[in-house]
Each structure stands twice: as C-alpha cells, then as structure tokens.
C-alpha cells in the first residue's frame, strides 16, 4: 500500500518536473564507472536519460542466437524486472533512445583460447554505439554499458556520454571451482558464471572430480559416479547438467574447462573402476589401500583413452585439464610388481621417471584424440616432454621463477599461486590480490608474451552450495581487473571507489557478494526493492 502511493508519486513528480540533477553516491563510491578498467576510458559531464520502456537494444549488424539472447539479458540487468516508470522529460533532458549494436562478422559458435573480445563503445549526447569484430567483443560491450547506466535521485536511468576503446591484457581469465570435495549445485555454478560474465572473466574451469568423489556421471563409465560419488543420484552432474553449464557460459562468452586430475588425486575413480589404482602393500602383502593410478599395466591406457575420447565429446573446448599434480610415491614405492618393472625398463628407484613414463603415455593419447592440455607444473618440473602447446599451471610459491622457467622452455602458461581465494582471514585482503601481477618476472617481452593469463582457485575443503559465491565475490574481481585491464592500472586507492562501486552492482544484480572493506552501504541492499 505504501509503496504503491510511492510509486504513484514518484510517477507524478516525472510527469511534471524531470530534469536532469547531480547523484549523490553512498561515500566512497563511484557512480556508472566500469570494472574491469577499460584499456582507453573517457567520460564526459553530458548526462543523458535512458527510458526504460522504450529503450532499445538494436542489432545494426549481424546477429545470431547469442546475441539475441544477450540483448534480452542485458535489457533486463539495466533496468531489473520491476515496471517501467513513466516520465515526460523537460526539453533541455537528452534522452537516449537506443543503443546501436554493431556485430561486423558473423558469430563464432564456442568460445575459444583464440577469441577476439575487442569492442568500442561510443555514447554521445544523442546516440550510442557498440562495434566489435566479434560476438565475444559485444558480450564485453554490452556488460561495460550496463555497468555505465545507474539511477537518478528519482530512480531514472542515467548515463554520461562516454568513449570506450576496449580489449582483454590477457586471453583467459579463469576461475576454479571444485565440486569433488564439496558438492556445488547446479544453480550455484550458474550463478559463479554469471558474476564472472559481469567481471569479463571467460574460463570456468571446472576441476569436477577428485579422491573425495567422483560426481561427473560417465555414459560410457556410469560406474564411476554410480560408486564414486557422494551420493549417485543427487550428488551427480548428469550429461545434461554438463550440457546446461556448457550452454549457459557459452552464451556469456565462457568456456568451460574441465579437469580431470590423474595419475595423483583419483581416490574416488578406483571405487567404480576396478584395477585401475595401484595397490598398495605392507610385509609383502596387498593391504587394501589404494594409491595412484597404476601406470604399469596397459589396461589403465585402454580405460583412459575410452574415458578422455568422452571427455572430449562432452566438452566442446579444445583443452582439458589434465592435472599431475602432488602425486606421492610411497604406494608405487610398497608394491613389488612396480619395483619389477621399473628395473625392467632401466629406471630403477627413479619414481619421477615412473610418473614422467605416465604422463607420456597419458598425453600421447591426447595427442592422439586431438585435444589440447593444461597441467600443473609439476608434470613439467618432472622433466615430463609436453607438446609445444600445452599450457602450464603454475601454483606453487616462488612463481616468479618458476615463470621464468617455464617460458624459458618456450611454453605457454598461466597463474595462480597468488590467486588461492579458498585461503581467508580476517579484514579486506583484495589490495593483496590486486598487486600481483603475472609478468612480475626476469625475461623476455617473448617470454612475457608466453603468459597467457591466470585463474583464481577456490578449492572446495570449506565451501559448498552456501558460502562459496560470497567467499568468491567481490574479492574475486580484483584478479579479473589484473588480468583484463592495463598493466598500468593498478593503484588499490584509485580502484577502491569503483571496486565499491562494482560489489553493489553484483548484489543489484543478485549476486551475494560480500563486504570489501569494512563499514558502509549499497544503496539497494541484497535482496531489498529497488
Ligand atoms: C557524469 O555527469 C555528471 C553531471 O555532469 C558529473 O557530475 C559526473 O562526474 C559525470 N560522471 C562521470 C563518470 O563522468
Ligand atoms: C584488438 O586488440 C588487439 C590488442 O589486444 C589489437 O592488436 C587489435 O588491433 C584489436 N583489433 C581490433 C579489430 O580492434
Ligand atoms: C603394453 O603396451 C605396450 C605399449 O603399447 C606394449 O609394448 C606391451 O607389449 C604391452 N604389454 C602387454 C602385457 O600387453
Ligand atoms: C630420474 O628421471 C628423471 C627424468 O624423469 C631424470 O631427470 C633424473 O636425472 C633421474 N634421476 C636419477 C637419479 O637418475
């Protein structure tokens, strides 16, 4: 009832006496100012005014069902669910009647490593454009000039005339999310992509299982999950939960990379898929604990072939994870048929050489179903010989020289030991995560060039469905700024304000993203009524 009578007099007062005023932002905020940084930003004082029912969205170039779906999107996150306001605005208010969307290529089905997120954005005091070369790029544009539109004293739509020339500093900017440990829900995994879509973060990469539990449901290996999940009908990801993840952030300009960490971390692959890990042994006899996976025999080979060549019909990105990281010897070490075998082939007691002997194997056969890795860099710092496009993960402490080396040897990479968001404690910490920076390392500008960019990690011990998005966000958008923004874009006090800014445009948008920085306010809270 109140609020109706509100309404009606905010409808009153714009049908009499809308003009254009100053905003007032809470303190310490920016009003409509864009995160991540833009590579070239300007804005200008002309303000101008959006109406919310007739403002257009319009395709002036090519389309295609991304773009279709982006523009109902979007219209929906600049002006929220709730009814239009009314208003006849005083002859010296500028309004803006449209927003001209300028694909100039046909779009690309899948993101890709390869992708092209350039765009401009053009916003004079009559009209707006947005081009881009590619459907990627005005997935970019349109999240940057939702982010330019913000509310007048009187709950109008405002914008100032602005000039964007954009692009990515690094091509993938991902997040790890773990769903082995703890089992995150579908809807909680959309709503991650969602904030990373309004962060130009492009890679969800999914590190889906692990020894605690094996929740990704095979088709041809149902087994797996049957015995190796939580719970195998509703601790599961079915082919279609897959498939719904991969279409939500594939519209968002998202790819979806999984991971499937081998030969170390694979407790839970062994419960449904018998003679697959070593066994381990104590005076001589098998003791009924199992350890890695056992390299020696060749149907591991055979399995793993038959479960990658799925993977990769599955998934439509070109890499997978493959992992290789903190694989322990001292089960290869109890077992009597491995110690055979390793004098057999010439390598006695070299227990690296055994893990490099999978690898290679391992690799080979992705080689063989022409498909791209990531790994970790321990599979490297083994001496493993990895194709020249295989990208390397570094996250262990002293990444700046493991950086140096890894380029060094001509491979590509990405970073994330100083991005371990799972890790918290008490007071802001974002500033810590804003400093780092992935070329901060002796080498060449081609050594510089062979970073591709960086993940944040969010391991799963001590989250689930609950708190995960709010442990993420908003500290999460200082790793996007650092890898999306300028080098040169890195002062934490200039950011502050609109890093601010930004966690109150997520939580209007319905993320629950938690407090940066101590005491103070949006002005639309969680959840309230706009
Ligand atoms: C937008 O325009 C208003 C009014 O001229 C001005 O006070 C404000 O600083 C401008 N904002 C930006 C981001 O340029
Ligand atoms: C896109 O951005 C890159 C810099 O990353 C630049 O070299 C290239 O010319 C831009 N392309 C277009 C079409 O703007
Ligand atoms: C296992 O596979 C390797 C490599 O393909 C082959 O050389 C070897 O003979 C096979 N061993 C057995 C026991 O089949
Ligand atoms: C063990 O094998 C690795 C290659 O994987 C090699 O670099 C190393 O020198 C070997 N160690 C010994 C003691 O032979």
Request: proline share 6%; glycine share 6%; with cysteine.
């Given at each position: 009832m109140h609020r109706c009578l509100t309404v009606l007099l905010i409808v009153a007062f714009f049908e009499s006496h809308l003009s254009v005023e100053a905003v007032n932002a809470p303190p310490g905020q920016t009003l409509g100012?864009?995160?991540?940084?833009?590579q070239s930003y300007q804005s200008y004082p002309d303000l101008l005014l959006l109406n919310s029912a007739t403002f257009n969205l319009s395709p002036v170039g090519h389309s295609c069902d991304i773009l279709q779906d982006a523009i109902r999107r979007y219209r929906l996150i600049i002006f929220g669910p709730s009814n239009a306001l009314k208003f006849r605005p005083k002859s010296n208010v500028n309004v803006l009647a449209n927003l001209d969307v300028n694909l100039m290529n046909e779009c690309e089905k899948y993101p890709s490593l390869e992708m092209k997120e350039n765009y401009t954005l053009t916003v004079t005091s009559s009209t707006a454009n947005l081009a881009s070369p590619t459907i990627w790029g005005i997935l970019r544009g349109l999240e940057t000039f939702s982010q330019l539109v913000y509310r007048g004293n009187y709950g109008e739509f405002l914008l100032n005339a602005t000039k964007i020339v954009d692009f990515p500093r690094f091509s993938h900017r991902g997040v790890l999310l773990d769903t082995s440990r703890h089992y995150l829900s579908k809807e909680v995994i959309k709503e991650n992509i969602e904030a990373m879509a309004y962060n130009k973060m492009n890679v969800f990469h999914w590190h889906i299982v692990d020894d605690q539990s094996f929740p990704y449901q095979s088709?041809?290996?149902?087994k797996l999950s049957d015995e190796?999940?939580?719970?195998?009908?509703?601790h599961i990801y079915t082919q279609n939960d897959v498939a719904e993840i991969i279409e939500f952030a594939r519209v968002r300009g998202i790819r979806v990379i999984p991971e499937y960490d081998t030969p170390g971390h694979s407790q839970s692959w062994g419960k449904g898929q018998k003679g697959l890990l070593t066994e381990c042994y104590s005076q001589g006899k098998p003791n009924g604990n199992f350890g890695p996976i056992?390299?020696?025999?060749n149907t591991t080979y055979t399995f793993l072939e038959g479960f990658f060549s799925e993977v990769q019909q599955v998934f439509p990105d070109k890499y997978t994870h493959m992992g290789g990281d903190e694989v322990s010897f001292d089960c290869w070490k109890s077992n009597p048929d491995i110690t055979k075998f390793m004098q057999q082939h010439g390598f006695p007691g070299n227990y690296s050489r055994l893990e490099q002997y999978y690898e290679q194997r391992l690799l080979n056969i992705m080689a063989k179903l022409n498909a791209g890795y990531i790994i970790w860099q321990e599979v490297v710092d083994n001496g493993v010989k990895v194709r020249p496009d295989t990208v390397v993960e570094i996250w262990k402490g002293g990444y700046q020289d493991e950086l140096a080396k890894v380029t060094k040897k001509g491979l590509r990479t990405i970073l994330s030991s100083c991005w371990y968001l799972n890790y918290i404690s008490y007071g802001g910490d974002w500033t810590k995560y804003y400093s780092c920076d992935p070329w901060d390392f002796e080498g060449t500008a081609e050594q510089k060039n062979l970073v591709i960019g960086g993940e944040s990690c969010m391991w799963g011990e001590y989250v689930d469905s609950t708190n995960v998005i709010s442990r993420l966000w908003p500290r999460n958008s200082a790793v996007a700024e650092r890898l999306w923004s300028a080098q040169s874009v890195k002062n934490p006090d200039k950011a502050k304000p609109r890093i601010e800014e930004n966690r109150c445009r997520m939580i209007r948008r319905g993320i629950r993203a938690e407090p940066l920085s101590g005491p103070g306010f949006c002005s639309q809270e969680f959840n309230s009524i706009p």
């Amino acid at each position: 009832m109140h609020r109706c009578l509100t309404v009606l007099l905010i409808v009153a007062f714009f049908e009499s006496h809308l003009s254009v005023e100053a905003v007032n932002a809470p303190p310490g905020q920016t009003l409509g100012q864009p995160w991540p940084m833009p590579q070239s930003y300007q804005s200008y004082p002309d303000l101008l005014l959006l109406n919310s029912a007739t403002f257009n969205l319009s395709p002036v170039g090519h389309s295609c069902d991304i773009l279709q779906d982006a523009i109902r999107r979007y219209r929906l996150i600049i002006f929220g669910p709730s009814n239009a306001l009314k208003f006849r605005p005083k002859s010296n208010v500028n309004v803006l009647a449209n927003l001209d969307v300028n694909l100039m290529n046909e779009c690309e089905k899948y993101p890709s490593l390869e992708m092209k997120e350039n765009y401009t954005l053009t916003v004079t005091s009559s009209t707006a454009n947005l081009a881009s070369p590619t459907i990627w790029g005005i997935l970019r544009g349109l999240e940057t000039f939702s982010q330019l539109v913000y509310r007048g004293n009187y709950g109008e739509f405002l914008l100032n005339a602005t000039k964007i020339v954009d692009f990515p500093r690094f091509s993938h900017r991902g997040v790890l999310l773990d769903t082995s440990r703890h089992y995150l829900s579908k809807e909680v995994i959309k709503e991650n992509i969602e904030a990373m879509a309004y962060n130009k973060m492009n890679v969800f990469h999914w590190h889906i299982v692990d020894d605690q539990s094996f929740p990704y449901q095979s088709r041809k290996y149902p087994k797996l999950s049957d015995e190796g999940a939580y719970n195998r009908f509703t601790h599961i990801y079915t082919q279609n939960d897959v498939a719904e993840i991969i279409e939500f952030a594939r519209v968002r300009g998202i790819r979806v990379i999984p991971e499937y960490d081998t030969p170390g971390h694979s407790q839970s692959w062994g419960k449904g898929q018998k003679g697959l890990l070593t066994e381990c042994y104590s005076q001589g006899k098998p003791n009924g604990n199992f350890g890695p996976i056992n390299p020696i025999v060749n149907t591991t080979y055979t399995f793993l072939e038959g479960f990658f060549s799925e993977v990769q019909q599955v998934f439509p990105d070109k890499y997978t994870h493959m992992g290789g990281d903190e694989v322990s010897f001292d089960c290869w070490k109890s077992n009597p048929d491995i110690t055979k075998f390793m004098q057999q082939h010439g390598f006695p007691g070299n227990y690296s050489r055994l893990e490099q002997y999978y690898e290679q194997r391992l690799l080979n056969i992705m080689a063989k179903l022409n498909a791209g890795y990531i790994i970790w860099q321990e599979v490297v710092d083994n001496g493993v010989k990895v194709r020249p496009d295989t990208v390397v993960e570094i996250w262990k402490g002293g990444y700046q020289d493991e950086l140096a080396k890894v380029t060094k040897k001509g491979l590509r990479t990405i970073l994330s030991s100083c991005w371990y968001l799972n890790y918290i404690s008490y007071g802001g910490d974002w500033t810590k995560y804003y400093s780092c920076d992935p070329w901060d390392f002796e080498g060449t500008a081609e050594q510089k060039n062979l970073v591709i960019g960086g993940e944040s990690c969010m391991w799963g011990e001590y989250v689930d469905s609950t708190n995960v998005i709010s442990r993420l966000w908003p500290r999460n958008s200082a790793v996007a700024e650092r890898l999306w923004s300028a080098q040169s874009v890195k002062n934490p006090d200039k950011a502050k304000p609109r890093i601010e800014e930004n966690r109150c445009r997520m939580i209007r948008r319905g993320i629950r993203a938690e407090p940066l920085s101590g005491p103070g306010f949006c002005s639309q809270e969680f959840n309230s009524i706009p």
